[in-house]
């Protein structure tokens, strides 16, 4: 959340801020914020000035008593004040629990350089890489390619557990693993270290690392439990570390997490559409940072590094794209996306997510490092490695020969005990 102290001191500049998200809905938001906080200020500080009056009355007593004077016009005097107080009080406990929700509902400000647009449509090409291929056949589904070959099933999914699931079999299978290796492996040598977390968070966890109300429709919530299944390994990863303080000198933290993740995924799942894709389970492979303050833009595009070289490594043509201001999440204050090439789609499509979310999440969270004599808040940055469905997809897609077989990239063969190639 945003620094209450930022929002009193620099209004004018934070709402200029946020409306470059182009959501009046977000000034609204900011603007109850501040009215509510300007009167739990004025309020506290008539509590406080009550509280001081009646140590003052009590210790004006002690005297009186103790000097044989008349005590009847202090004990007049201090009658009235605990009602009084007692009412403010509850005034004031009333606007603490509504101030809270209502600042962290509030999206993180933008970095400079975020690109000032309306929507997708105005996100900005950075660069592209890799060639895209022509074909001299026609590419088929990645779900129907995966299916003849026996490496996938989809029915057999969708009979034990509904629509938007799926069975990987045999090489594909063994693909995913070597996926899933190979990106631990490429950011384990960069000085990532592995975590496997939790697949489920409490309410309060969940509420450090995101408004929850832009998850809670496709969020997976146990009933009667205080618990929701995870979205993402980014948030375990980045609520771990909940209430604590570093010391400057351990920063950065260089996390890559490996999860299974839940989403309730809406969209069509005909026999067509019925792929790697609209899923409600899928694993994938996260970069998380926690670092200084200005540490974080220059950790930012390192992410972006990391990430690019993966899908170099795959072979596939990519885009990075710069999100602009009126696409970007509410967590992010400036956010990259990689796309890859679908030659079916003869258009490219999101594969990897990358925010640099400053200190949003750990003012949320109260992480923060020493500095000095000071404390300040740390920087989070997540940034999707590898999703598996969705690199799937795009290996199979670019990667299949005419005779309905799938290459496997070089980097992954070893990977794959030397196979170079998924056939029937």
Same mark, same amino acid.
């Given at each position: 959340?945003?620094?209450?102290?930022?929002?009193?001191? %620099?209004?004018?500049?934070?709402?200029?801020?946020?409306?470059?998200?182009?959501?009046?809905?977000?000034?609204?938001? =900011?603007?109850?914020?501040?009215?509510?906080?300007?009167?739990?200020?004025?309020?506290?500080?008539?509590?406080?000035?009550?509280?001081?009056?009646?140590?003052?009355?009590?210790?004006?007593?002690?005297?009186?008593?103790?000097?044989?004077?008349?005590?009847?016009?202090?004990?007049?005097?201090?009658?009235?004040?605990?009602?009084?107080?007692?009412?403010?009080?509850?005034?004031?406990?009333?606007?603490?629990?509504?101030?809270?929700?209502?600042?962290?509902? $509030?999206?993180?400000?933008?970095?400079?350089?975020?690109?000032?647009?309306?929507?997708?449509?105005?996100?900005?090409?950075?660069?592209?890489?890799?060639?895209? !291929?022509?074909?001299?056949?026609?590419? #088929?589904?990645?779900?129907?390619?995966?299916?003849?070959?026996?490496?996938?099933?989809? &029915?057999?999914?969708?009979?034990? !557990?509904?629509?938007?699931?799926?069975?990987?079999?045999?090489?594909?299978?063994?693909?995913?693993?070597?996926?899933?290796?190979?990106?631990?492996?490429?950011?384990?040598?960069?000085?990532?270290?592995?975590?496997?977390?939790?697949?489920?968070? /409490?309410?309060?966890?969940?509420?450090?690392?995101?408004?929850?109300?832009?998850?809670?429709?496709?969020?997976?919530?146990?009933?009667? +439990?205080?618990?929701?299944?995870?979205? /993402?390994? &980014?948030?375990?990863?980045?609520?771990?570390?909940?209430?604590?303080?570093?010391?400057?000198?351990?920063?950065?933290?260089?996390?890559?997490?490996?999860?299974?993740?839940?989403?309730?995924? !809406?969209?069509? @799942?005909?026999?067509?559409?019925?792929?790697?894709?609209?899923?409600?389970?899928?694993?994938?492979?996260?970069?998380?940072?926690?670092?200084?303050?200005?540490?974080?833009?220059?950790? @930012? &595009?390192?992410?972006?590094?990391?990430?690019?070289?993966? #899908?170099?490594?795959?072979?596939?043509?990519?885009?990075?794209?710069?999100?602009?201001?009126?696409?970007?999440?509410?967590?992010?204050?400036?956010?990259?996306?990689?796309?890859?090439?679908?030659?079916?789609?003869?258009?490219?499509?999101? /594969?990897?997510?990358?925010?640099?979310?400053? !200190?949003?999440?750990?003012?949320?969270? %109260?992480?923060?490092?020493?500095?000095?004599? +000071?404390?300040?808040? #740390? @920087?989070?940055? %997540?940034?999707?490695?590898?999703?598996?469905?969705?690199? =799937?997809?795009?290996?199979?897609?670019? @990667?299949? /020969?005419?005779?309905?077989? $799938?290459?496997?990239?070089?980097?992954?063969?070893?990977?794959?005990?030397?196979?170079?190639?998924?056939?029937?």
């Amino acid at each position: 959340m945003i620094d209450p102290k930022v929002i009193r001191e %620099n209004y004018a500049l934070v709402k200029k801020n946020l409306e470059m998200r182009r959501d009046s809905s977000i000034i609204k938001k =900011l603007d109850n914020w501040v009215s509510q906080d300007k009167e739990w200020r004025i309020l506290k500080q008539e509590v406080d000035d009550l509280r001081a009056k009646r140590n003052t009355i009590t210790e004006e007593i002690k005297v009186a008593k103790a000097k044989g004077k008349d005590m009847k016009p202090l004990l007049e005097k201090a009658k009235s004040l605990p009602n009084e107080i007692k009412k403010k009080e509850v005034r004031l406990k009333e606007l603490e629990l509504e101030n809270r929700p209502l600042l962290m509902s $509030i999206p993180n400000m933008l970095l400079d350089d975020v690109p000032y647009g309306k929507d997708g449509t105005e996100n900005v090409v950075v660069r592209k890489g890799g060639e895209i !291929s022509k074909k001299d056949f026609e590419v #088929v589904h990645h779900g129907q390619v995966a299916s003849k070959l026996g490496v996938a099933d989809f &029915e057999r999914a969708v009979k034990i !557990s509904g629509e938007g699931f799926y069975s990987l079999k045999g090489d594909l299978a063994l693909l995913n693993l070597a996926l899933v290796n190979f990106a631990v492996d490429l950011l384990g040598k960069k000085g990532f270290r592995l975590v496997i977390p939790p697949a489920m968070m /409490t309410k309060k966890a969940y509420e450090g690392v995101t408004d929850l109300s832009d998850f809670e429709s496709v969020m997976y919530k146990i009933e009667g +439990e205080d618990h929701y299944m995870i979205a /993402t390994a &980014e948030h375990p990863l980045t609520a771990m570390h909940m209430d604590e303080t570093f010391e400057e000198k351990d920063l950065p933290l260089l996390y890559v997490g490996y999860s299974t993740n839940f989403r309730k995924e !809406s969209g069509r @799942h005909g026999l067509e559409e019925r792929g790697l894709f609209r899923l409600h389970q899928f694993d994938k492979v996260e970069q998380i940072v926690f670092c200084k303050t200005e540490d974080s833009s220059k950790w @930012h &595009e390192e992410l972006v590094k990391n990430a690019e070289e993966f #899908v170099k490594a795959m072979e596939l043509p990519y885009r990075v794209i710069k999100i602009c201001t009126g696409d970007i999440g509410t967590v992010a204050a400036k956010k990259y996306d990689i796309e890859c090439w679908s030659p079916r789609e003869q258009s490219y499509f999101e /594969t990897h997510s990358l925010s640099n979310c400053t !200190s949003y999440q750990a003012s949320r969270l %109260n992480i923060k490092y020493r500095k000095g004599s +000071e404390k300040e808040f #740390v @920087h989070t940055l %997540n940034a999707t490695e590898v999703a598996i469905p969705r690199m =799937l997809r795009a290996i199979i897609e670019n @990667h299949q /020969t005419k005779q309905g077989t $799938i290459k496997i990239p070089k980097a992954l063969v070893p990977y794959m005990n030397g196979k170079t190639e998924i056939k029937a």
